[in-house]
């Protein structure tokens, strides 16, 4: 295989994006002109524009299908109307977390995201050490995510298998295969071109539109509905917990879980044509795009939740409870099935751009020497594909996936893994921006100045500024709270088979690498290298 050198510079595309890229053109610098600005040679193809990356990130968000896999959690703390409801404040936070974080993909669109904005805007002291630990949590996030997905995959599909052979018993090692062969497929699919998983991804966003509808009509038209007042008046508290509103913002953070992902646009910024402007845009459209049908599912779900005990029953024999409600709503197991194919397929379709943005995420951290083998992740094919952090995460998700044989409750802890690391990065950057904000370390936007901790300035797309404080306190806020939840566990009492893992695993992870970056890392970890 050919193997570009991570010396290499010359990578320069023209801008194919129509508007968006005349926009910026007009603002003042190109792309590479943008990134070198940020001390980064350009070395990745610019192959997507904004609709492929709108694809992109509706794909990998996964939002009304997602609520379908998350909203057995809702249902056992909270009910009904905690489904509706709790998605409904972690909606409005999402948007005031992703409007943060656009503004900041605007200001630095680079793949390292997070890490690269801790580092230009925390205080000099301590900006090496919190880009390390924020690109620990951020590289972290996207690798159990990706697990997460392939779990997801595996056992929807086994779910199916269930519903048209109620004979079939799921085994373990039936879903470690699966996982193995969801992964296989979104890496071939990111080992082709950038072009070509951008075309990938905007025939993705077709289907996204018209699977919603495919499986909303049938099943509101079709099933038996509930009253309102049982929609979005009624509580459960089937996890235990000594009162309902406790119970309620404990399954919180599980259908957040469906609301997870957009950013994936943020990790792709240095393979998109005026990532400036088109990142912002496309982490506001995804959120409102995809939180719109969500929302719109949820309730229809809801309404057509004719036997609440049946549906939790489901879980126990096809894992996820859309199945069975999908079943009474039509009374059909092959129209079921129909419906419940649409989104398997989409959930397959989601494993590429999770793989995408977890390698880019694994690329990036290497590039700047935070890794180890880090000239290895680095290598780029004659196609400027980071094909070897795509093959490393091929290899996490194939050792991860075994912990399935010892234990699912604990790949699923992985959910809410993914939800504390990414949330962890989310908190301290808004932080962040918000002290440099209120102030006025800020200066207005200009194409010609280099961007440094010591020079900050905004980029072309920002929030007025009362508008922006107000919104940066609400992400911050927010983010606290989902936090905070995300390391409860989903029944009381506690026990190892139903306990919360993810704070243990996260937990690990935080202290092995203040260890490292102690012992080791600190010799040769200095934040974003300045390659220009």
Not at 71 to 77: A, T, Y
Not at 135 to 143: D, K, R, S
Not at 230 to 242: I, K, P, Q, R, Y
Not at 268 to 276: G, L
Request: with cysteine; proline share 4%.
């Amino acid at each position: 295989m050919s193997i570009k050198s991570d010396i290499e510079l010359d990578v320069t595309t023209p801008h194919r994006n129509g508007d968006a890229a005349a926009m910026f053109r007009t603002i003042g610098g190109s792309d590479d002109e943008q990134l070198q600005r940020l001390g980064k040679r350009p070395l990745l193809s610019r192959g997507f524009g904004f609709m492929s990356i709108l694809g992109f990130s509706c794909s990998a968000l996964l939002s009304w299908e997602g609520i379908l896999v998350t909203s057995i959690s809702g249902l056992l703390n909270g009910g009904p109307a905690g489904v509706v409801w709790g998605f409904l404040i972690n909606w409005v936070g999402f948007v005031s977390v992703y409007t943060a974080l656009g503004e900041m993909a605007s200001m630095a669109p680079t793949a390292g995201g997070q890490y690269h904005w801790v580092a230009m805007m925390a205080p000099e002291s301590c900006a090496t050490f919190l880009a390390y630990m924020t690109a620990w949590m951020t590289t972290l996030a996207w690798q159990a995510l990706a697990v997460s997905v392939g779990y997801i995959i595996a056992t929807m599909l086994q779910g199916i298998i269930v519903l048209t052979n109620p004979t079939y018993v799921p085994e373990n090692w039936h879903t470690v295969l699966l996982i193995w062969l969801a992964t296989l497929f979104a890496v071939m699919v990111n080992s082709t071109t950038s072009r070509a998983i951008a075309k990938f991804e905007g025939a993705i966003l077709v289907l996204h539109l018209a699977g919603f509808f495919g499986v909303l009509v049938p099943m509101v038209y079709f099933a038996h509905h509930k009253d309102p007042a049982e929609v979005f008046t009624t509580f459960l508290n089937a996890g235990g917990w000594s009162t309902d509103g406790l119970s309620f913002v404990v399954g919180m953070p599980a259908i957040a879980g469906s609301l997870l992902g957009a950013d994936c646009a943020v990790h792709m910024s240095e393979e998109i044509q005026s990532a400036a402007i088109v990142v912002p845009r496309a982490l506001l459209f995804t959120i409102l795009i995809n939180g719109t049908l969500a929302f719109a599912m949820a309730i229809a779900l809801m309404f057509c939740l004719s036997d609440l005990d049946g549906a939790l029953g489901a879980a126990e024999t096809m894992f996820y409870p859309f199945l069975q409600i999908f079943y009474t709503s039509v009374g059909s197991i092959t129209g079921a099935c129909v419906m419940a194919c649409v989104v398997f397929v989409m959930a397959v379709a989601s494993s590429v751009g999770v793989y995408a943005s977890a390698s880019r995420m694994l690329w990036s951290f290497s590039r700047d020497r935070g890794l180890p083998f880090d000239r290895y992740l680095v290598k780029l094919t004659k196609n400027a594909l980071p094909v070897n952090a795509i093959l490393t995460t091929l290899a996490i998700t194939v050792l991860l996936s075994l912990i399935v044989l010892g234990s699912a409750i604990a790949l699923n802890a992985l959910l809410s893994l993914a939800i504390v690391a990414l949330f962890s990065s989310y908190l301290l950057v808004c932080s962040l921006l918000l002290w440099r904000r209120v102030t006025g370390a800020f200066q207005p936007y200009s194409p010609s100045e280099v961007l440094s901790p010591g020079n900050l300035m905004w980029g072309p797309w920002k929030l007025p500024e009362t508008l922006g404080v107000f919104n940066n306190v609400v992400a911050c806020l927010y983010s606290i709270f989902l936090l905070f939840w995300s390391f409860w566990p989903q029944t009381t009492p506690t026990t190892p088979e139903n306990a919360n893992w993810s704070i243990l695993v996260w937990g690990v992870v935080v202290i092995f690498s203040i260890v490292w970056y102690i012992v080791r890392a600190r010799s040769y970890f200095k934040g974003p290298i300045k390659e220009v």
